[in-house]
């Protein structure tokens, strides 16, 4: 529609948590456990931040990453994604590391996932895996008329082209201290959102 709607825009106010908070709940249809952390992500038009997360978040699913070991040892498996969660170009975006494991083994995978996304120093051939692999990926996406429809209109929204058209320079710019300082961060330990469902047994379940 061409005629604009009148009116101010709602937008919710989201306040970013300053401590770790962890909430339990069990769910009678859960057939495993779901551990899910909650981290506060960049601002939907900062390209740059938005890269360094994608870097970041392509090492912690590498398969010489620590976490990849650690799932892989208690029979687990985790991905890891972001979330547009306001509309507001200057708002946060949700990034959120989830893990499906067995209840036996939740709390040493949970506390497995703390340990692992901790900061470390890259050397120049993991830096230039990662800047590889984003790019290739990138590329890939890009052979199909949805995914650049899908591309440049979540860059319009977010008053952010120059994650679409300036990607590539973007990836090739990034430093060891970059990602280093995007784990940091974007994977704050100290400042998650803990959430685990547990199944129902026939046990009584204490946390």
Do not use: C, W
């Not at 919710?12 to 899910?36: G, L, Q, Y």
């Amino acid at each position: 529609s061409k005629k604009m709607p009148q009116g101010k825009k709602f937008e919710e106010r989201m306040t970013p948590i300053n401590k770790t908070v962890r909430k339990d709940f069990v769910n009678d249809k859960a057939t495993s456990t779901e551990i899910v952390l909650g981290f506060v992500g960049p601002k939907n038009n900062d390209a740059k931040g938005r890269v360094i997360y994608d870097a970041a978040r392509e090492l912690l699913r590498s398969k010489s990453s620590r976490l990849r070991a650690a799932a892989k040892q208690y029979n687990s498996s985790y991905y890891i994604d972001s979330e547009k969660i306001t509309t507001n170009p200057n708002g946060n975006r949700l990034i959120y590391l989830a893990s499906t494991t067995s209840e036996a083994n939740s709390e040493k995978m949970l506390q497995e996932i703390f340990n692992s996304i901790q900061p470390k120093k890259l050397t120049q051939k993991e830096l230039n895996r990662i800047k590889e692999s984003l790019l290739i990926e990138r590329d890939k996406n890009l052979e199909y008329s949805s995914e650049v429809n899908d591309y440049t209109g979540k860059a319009v929204l977010d008053s952010n082209l120059n994650y679409l058209t300036d990607y590539d320079k973007l990836v090739n710019s990034l430093t060891p201290e970059d990602i280093e300082n995007g784990i940091k961060e974007y994977f704050n330990t100290d400042k998650a959102a803990v959430t685990l469902v547990h199944p129902k047994n026939d046990n009584n379940v204490s946390f």
